[in-house]
């Protein structure tokens, strides 16, 4: 029974790193004027190509069910929040997202189908969930975890172009690429300030490859976690050893909500207590739900390391 | 499957300096490396600086003196009471139930741990449910075997096959329980699985916090050699040799899960360790429980102090979990006792 937990977890683990990402940074808009509304809705039926490969909606979508926490926030950011009818356990944000009890983990197809979905957003195709709602005439997409920014601006396309509101998801993309890009020329690239960013305080951190790991690439950070060898993955668990000797200029806490990490907690960590970010309070504290999405919300997390990178370089 | 009637005797003194030496070596090479790269020389003055009325100049800047004394040597030491907990109560177990399968976790003390570190987690908000795991572990081990042992009491006459019998169904409820808890909270899942791929990552409090209770359990497993050597002929003639057959094995089923529970507060769920030991033991030193349990003490605590050394090396300044390691050195040690069914050593 124990090799097989092993085998659970490590997959669990996976999942769960990656799932750790974004949000939006602009409150959802009231309505979808009646004019994009009409000619978004002559544009259907529309294909996108998705996780799970080319799929064809229809109609323009008035019951989406979504059971990605960062696809529930671009939902609301690209003005589809008035389209959404159930969101799963996670999906926190924004506020006014109509949160059920249904899950992105173990999806069950019954409970989906409950509310009359004509579009089902997911992040992962657990259970072979995409199939059992297409048998039921339910189209699916699977919006993976990106690992890029091209990747997620594409989902924020695709989901704008599947529920009709792709003008507003275009507007969404150029202005978070506008805004990332100005962060990143302002940041003092050339101090080359060194980063550790937790994400599970065993600990695991994030190499520059993953998504989060290319926000902080944007202001020239160094990444201590890239020391790791390749088949450590993306998401490798850290020596805390080797964190200390390699005492990181800034330490980002994604661990704050999950497992109240803060500076205090750090410097009571056995042989910390000397680290220089800890004791020139460079110890950031992020939301950890922001550092595991790759919504619109990235926008905030980049204007969080910002500030504390100039701060630090200041 | 039987433990070999009365073996040979044979000297205790030459495998246990063999061991010692093993154990010795394993825990110089552990402090010696690491992910932060340190002097050989600094490393081993800095620890003779450590000791009491001794005073030298090791040469290390303080933040690789706060490394080494902070983190690498209670790690260390962690290792070590670990593996010998394991190891020893694992050979206790083997011997009250003549089953050289059984294992410390046979009674339910890994799925009372695992519940009760979940419950922790679930329930207790941030950094206090992270700092009630070690005390969460302790008690729920201690739990599940009570548990078992109270069930098993009530279902038969003190038979061991009863007890183990207990045991698998206390260990399925308890995994079901835990199950149940962890889909109320699914974002804590990662957390509650790390716990249970172990991790040695000690500190001074934690070692301290177990010691009490690792020294009562080892002392007592360790004086019960002989006896468990008599327990091996079977109980009417064990009894028939004038010992308290129930007692011996309610004492060295209580000493053995406490240096269980002990070793799961510190370092969550690591397998293998308390079979594949006292195995190997078995097969170069003999079968009786007077050479097995020294033995699997220092072995076990050699065994997972090397096991960590390559956990935290082979993909530093990565680390795998310390459960992967001894679980792929203990599998296919698994394959190998089967097909080799007839016990060696007597």
């Not at chain 1, 259907?44 to 080319?54: I, S």
């Not at chain 1, 195709?125 to 059992?132: F, G, R, S, Y």
């Not at chain 2, 293998?272 to 190997?280: A, E, I, L, Q, W």
Request: with cysteine; net charge neutral; hydrophobic share 50%.
């Amino acid at each position: 029974m124990r090799p097989v937990r092993l085998a659970l977890a490590s997959a669990l683990l996976g999942i769960l790193g990656l799932a750790a990402c974004g949000q939006a940074q602009d409150p959802a808009p009231s309505a979808p004027s009646s004019a994009s509304a009409s000619s978004a809705a002559s544009a259907f039926p529309v294909t996108v190509e998705a996780g799970n490969g080319q799929v064809t909606i229809e109609r323009r979508p008035e019951r989406i069910v979504s059971l990605s926490p960062t696809a529930t926030e671009t939902l609301f950011a690209i003005g589809a929040g008035p389209q959404v009818v159930a969101v799963d356990e996670r999906s926190n944000h924004p506020p006014e997202a109509p949160k059920t009890s249904l899950s992105g983990f173990k999806p069950n197809v019954e409970a989906i189908v409950e509310y009359k979905p004509d579009l089902v957003v997911i992040a992962s195709d657990i259970d072979d969930i995409a199939a059992k709602l297409s048998k039921v005439n339910v189209p699916v997409l699977v919006e993976p975890s990106a690992t890029d920014f091209d990747d997620a601006y594409d989902q924020i396309l695709d989901l704008g172009t599947a529920t009709g509101n792709a003008d507003r998801a275009r507007r969404l993309v150029d202005e978070m690429r506008r805004e990332l890009d100005r962060l990143a020329a302002e940041a003092p690239k050339e101090k080359r300030l060194s980063y550790y960013h937790e994400l599970d305080v065993t600990p695991y951190s994030v190499t520059s490859n993953t998504f989060i790991g290319r926000v902080y690439g944007l202001f020239g950070l160094v990444n201590i976690a890239d020391r790791a060898p390749d088949a450590a993955g993306g998401y490798p668990r850290l020596s805390a050893e080797f964190i200390a000797k390699a005492d990181p200029d800034l330490i980002f806490l994604a661990t704050t909500k999950c497992c109240g990490q803060n500076r205090d907690t750090l410097a009571k960590r056995p042989g910390w207590s000397g680290l220089s970010a800890i004791k020139n309070d460079r110890v950031i504290n992020l939301d950890d739900d922001i550092a595991s999405r790759w919504g619109p919300r990235v926008v905030d997390l980049a204007r969080t390391v910002s500030d504390a990178v100039r701060k630090a370089a200041g | 499957m039987r433990a070999p009637v009365v073996p040979a005797r044979r000297s205790l003194l030459p495998p246990l300096l063999v061991s010692v030496v093993l154990l010795a070596a394993a825990m110089v090479a552990g402090l010696l490396t690491g992910a932060a790269d340190m002097p050989v020389r600094g490393v081993l003055l800095a620890l003779l600086d450590g000791l009491p009325f001794v005073s030298v100049d090791s040469g290390l800047a303080p933040v690789e003196r706060s490394l080494l004394l902070e983190l690498r040597l209670p790690r260390v030491l962690t290792a070590v009471a670990v593996g010998g907990l394991l190891a020893v109560a694992g050979a206790g177990y083997q011997g009250v139930f003549r089953n050289p399968l059984a294992d410390p976790y046979l009674l339910g003390a890994a799925a009372g741990a695992g519940l009760a570190v979940t419950l922790a987690v679930v329930f207790l908000p941030g950094e206090a449910g992270t700092a009630a795991i070690p005390a969460a572990a302790f008690a729920g081990a201690v739990g599940g075997v009570l548990l078992a042992y109270a069930l098993g009491r009530s279902a038969g006459r003190g038979g061991t096959a009863t007890l183990v019998l207990a045991g698998v169904a206390v260990m399925s409820f308890l995994t079901a329980v835990q199950t149940f808890v962890q889909q109320l909270k699914v974002e804590e899942l990662q957390r509650v699985y790390a716990w249970i791929l172990g991790d040695l990552g000690g500190s001074w409090e934690r070692l301290g916090m177990i010691a009490p209770y690792a020294a009562v359990a080892a002392v007592a497993l360790l004086l019960h050699g002989r006896l468990l050597d008599v327990l091996s002929v079977g109980d009417e003639e064990a009894a028939g040799l004038g010992v308290h057959v129930g007692r011996v094995r309610l004492v060295v089923l209580f000493a053995a899960s406490l240096a269980t529970a002990a070793a799961v507060a510190v370092s969550g769920l690591i397998g293998f360790v308390g079979v594949v030991v006292p195995h190997v033991v078995r097969r170069l030193a003999g079968g009786s429980y007077r050479m097995v349990l020294p033995l699997s003490l220092l072995g076990g605590a050699a065994f997972l102090v090397a096991a960590d050394l390559v956990a935290r090396t082979v993909m530093a300044p990565a680390e795998l979990p310390i459960g992967v390691v001894t679980a792929f050195v203990g599998a296919p040690f698994f394959v190998a006792i089967l097909r080799a069914t007839r016990p060696v050593g007597t």
